[in-house]
């Protein structure tokens, strides 16, 4: 019997003690903001760079890690007002949409904070 209290009380001092670690270590929305900037410029660069067709598209196609490069500024202000953040103490969900002008397609990014982390888990182009 005193086996199971022992692993009962152990068990729970493990359980609150991890939450408590999550709720310190779960990164806030300046955090997640320079995160994104820097995430969201290179997917710019990589998907969104490559995709670009037709007469404007191969002209932005050979310009467009340029004009990344330029607004990248500016797109830290965009994520900043673009993203809702919603804090669910343990971790944070981030939705961010990033809309561009045409002929580029629109996204949309979600992604969980976590230990001091992020991960994107959906990029969705609409």
């Known amino acids: 019997m005193k086996v199971l209290q022992i692993i009962k009380i152990v068990g729970g001092t493990v359980f609150i003690g991890l939450g408590v670690v999550m709720i310190v270590t779960n990164p806030g929305k300046h955090a997640y903001e320079k995160y994104a900037a820097k995430t969201l410029t290179g997917y710019l660069k990589q998907e969104v760079c490559s995709q670009s067709s037709g ?3 191969s002209f932005l196609s050979e310009h467009c890690k340029t004009l990344v ?10 994520i900043s007002n673009k993203t809702v953040r919603q804090n669910y103490l343990l971790f944070s969900i981030y939705e961010t949409e990033l809309l561009l002008p045409p002929p580029i397609s ?10 001091r982390k992020f991960y ?5 182009k609409f």
């Open 120 to 124: 994107t888990y959906q990029a969705d």
């Open 69 to 78: 490069d330029i607004g990248k500024s500016n797109i830290h202000k965009v």
């Open 55 to 57: 007469v404007l598209g």
């Open 106 to 115: 629109n996204y949309e990014f979600e992604t969980i904070g976590i230990f």
